[in-house]
């Protein structure tokens, strides 16, 4: 029946056609070729750097000791030592960001061009898409990881204290040349966000649109409008779920649904919750519902927490009223 199928919805997006995007096989024709290899040796990297996030342990102990002890020159060395390597961990999952945002714009630039539609890109480029969401869900996976691990901030903020005083004391520091002042203040900013994957792919979309002033928003809102109502109708559809052949594919589905609200949200003037959004908003968090709640409670902060301010207060009415408030047993009740 081939890798996209159409199909047919209940009151959404006026009538507009849904497609099923076999997200487990698509390979690039010959057309897709050029930007498929040029994403691909990012995304060959994302699983490492998800396996490196997970085992991130911190320096917490180091640390403690260290400022417990701030006459004890061998414990400030003990703490010194066991941070700068863990910061070159962190300016590497940084630096990989920096390369996840150029292949998004690259992903953005094929599927929205003209002359075709971005539907038509779908359908024509399955290859493009499943990296795209591919793109979406290690987005995702990382910023569960790090939300959960608050020794990435503490031990790059103990770094840039001691650096700091380092130089006041005119002492050598050997870290300062893995990441120096200006890459830091970067960092700062990037680790301070709650989901800074996320924001940097929101402030990437965005700048793409910005920049392509030539391309009509809607070429970039319906890839995006589109993305996520095909996740939503696989999902809630047991058709199409019985297609899948590995059972992440579940997961992979709701992280990459979130994700393209959440781009849309950030892109489009009214954003995602707005009535006229062509996505079905109402649908999309009733599939999230019906997940086991230790599954999704990771994606439906990120719809409560990274959606722009303007959005907000139409999730939290939304979002309640569907599933509740945060931490509550009842909101997975029917």
Not at 121 to 136: D, G, N, P, T, V
Not at 173 to 187: K, Y
Not at 251 to 257: E, G
Request: proline content about 4%; some cysteine.
């Amino acid at each position: 029946m081939g890798n996209l199928i159409k199909v047919l919805t209940r009151d959404i997006d006026h009538n507009a056609a849904h497609f099923f995007l076999d997200f487990e096989n698509a390979q690039p024709t010959e057309s897709e070729k050029e930007i498929y290899n040029q994403v691909n040796v990012v995304l060959k990297d994302a699983e490492g750097i998800l396996e490196d996030l997970q085992s991130y342990r911190g320096a917490g102990h180091e640390i403690r000791e260290a400022i417990q002890h701030p006459a004890d020159e061998k414990l400030q060395e003990k703490a010194w030592g066991a941070v700068v390597p863990l910061v070159g961990k962190l300016k590497k999952f940084y630096e990989f960001s920096q390369r996840l945002e150029a292949a998004l714009r690259g992903l953005l630039g094929a599927l929205t061009s003209t002359p075709y539609s971005p539907t038509q890109h779908l359908e024509r480029e399955q290859a493009l898409a499943k990296q795209f969401a591919e793109i979406l869900h290690f987005t995702l996976r990382f910023d569960e990881l790090k939300m959960t691990n608050p020794a990435i901030q503490n031990d790059f903020s103990y770094y840039r204290r001691t650096l700091s005083r380092m130089r006041i004391n005119n002492v050598p520091a050997e870290g300062e040349n893995e990441v120096n002042n200006e890459l830091a203040n970067r960092m700062s900013l990037f680790y301070a966000e709650a989901t800074p994957m996320l924001k940097t792919l929101s402030d990437a979309t965005t700048k793409f649109v910005s920049e392509n002033k030539n391309l009509p928003i809607e070429n970039t809102t319906d890839c995006l409008s589109t993305m996520a109502s095909v996740c939503r109708v696989m999902l809630e559809t047991p058709e199409y779920r019985s297609r899948f052949t590995n059972e992440e594919t579940v997961s992979f589905c709701l992280r990459v649904m979130v994700g393209v609200i959440i781009l849309y949200d950030h892109v489009h003037p009214v954003g995602a919750f707005a009535k006229t959004s062509k996505i079905d908003m109402k649908g999309c968090i009733k599939v999230l519902k019906d997940q086991p709640p230790n599954s999704v409670e990771g994606l439906l902060n990120a719809l409560r927490y990274t959606i722009t301010l303007v959005s907000q207060l139409f999730a939290h009415i939304l979002l309640s009223n569907l599933v509740g408030e945060p931490g509550e047993e009842k909101a997975y009740q029917d």
